[in-house]
Antibody, heavy 120, light 113 residues
């Protein structure tokens, strides 16, 4: 079954860190770039980060640059988002999303999301 | 960054009637490779977004042909003909030409009258 399953969300105090994980299955994970997209409560979608298929390159939204780090382990079919110096503005659902590979336009596969709440 | 705008932000529709959502970008979305990377997504309440359309007008597998995308340059439209109850939710456009960042529109909430 082709799917993405996120985990690692929870309640965290401002200034603390959290690491999100995304497990991929049902497709050749190592060939696809991967994204994180988030959604604040009751708000729209915000792209967060992308990592290349081989982990060689990554980009971030300005709102998280310097605080978040995306990484992946192709041997385990996993992608991660290390989030540091969290603030209330980082509260929301974080979605893992499949990126581009030849013949497969990006953003066609989304996980169910994991909720991050930053609150004291 | 490319700014994406949508109108209307709220769209009450009658079942069986058609609906159109406009999406505009702050600059042309035509890439140097000649493609236009404009996508449409649908998010039902409590669910993850689902891609409907890629590269302006290409319907994803399993998406009813009631959905169609059109446009060019900076102006794009998603049309839903014969709206059904399952079509309610929020529709987002997104550009993937000038990244990073990828940018989404604010969303259009479709509800049944």
């Amino acid at each position: 079954q082709v799917q993405l399953v996120e985990s690692g969300g929870g309640v965290v105090q401002p200034g603390r860190s959290l690491r999100l994980s995304c497990a991929a299955s049902g497709f050749t994970f190592k060939e696809f770039g991967m994204h994180w997209v988030r959604q604040a409560p009751g708000k729209g979608l915000e792209w967060v980060s992308i990592i290349w298929y081989d982990g060689s390159n990554s980009y971030y939204a300005d709102s998280v640059k310097g605080r978040f780090t995306i990484s992946r382990d192709n041997s385990k079919h996993m992608v991660f988002l290390q989030m540091n110096s969290l603030g209330p503005e980082d509260t929301g659902i974080y979605y893992c999303v499949r990126g581009y590979y030849a013949g497969y336009p990006p953003f066609g596969l989304w996980g169910q999301g994991t909720l991050v709440t930053v609150s004291s | 960054d490319v700014v994406m705008t949508q109108s209307p932000l709220s769209l009450p529709v009658t079942l069986g009637q058609s609906a159109s959502i406009s999406c505009r970008s702050s600059q042309s979305l035509v890439d140097s490779d000649g493609n236009t990377y404009l996508y449409w997504f649908h998010q039902r309440p409590g669910q993850s977004p689902r891609r409907l359309i890629y590269k302006v007008s290409n319907r994803d597998s399993g998406v009813p042909d009631r959905f169609s995308g059109s446009g060019s340059g900076t102006d794009f439209t998603l049309k839903i003909s014969r709206v059904e109850a399952e079509d309610i939710g929020v529709y987002y456009c997104m550009q993937g030409t000038h990244w990073p960042p990828f940018t989404f529109g604010p969303g259009t909430r479709v509800e049944i009258k």
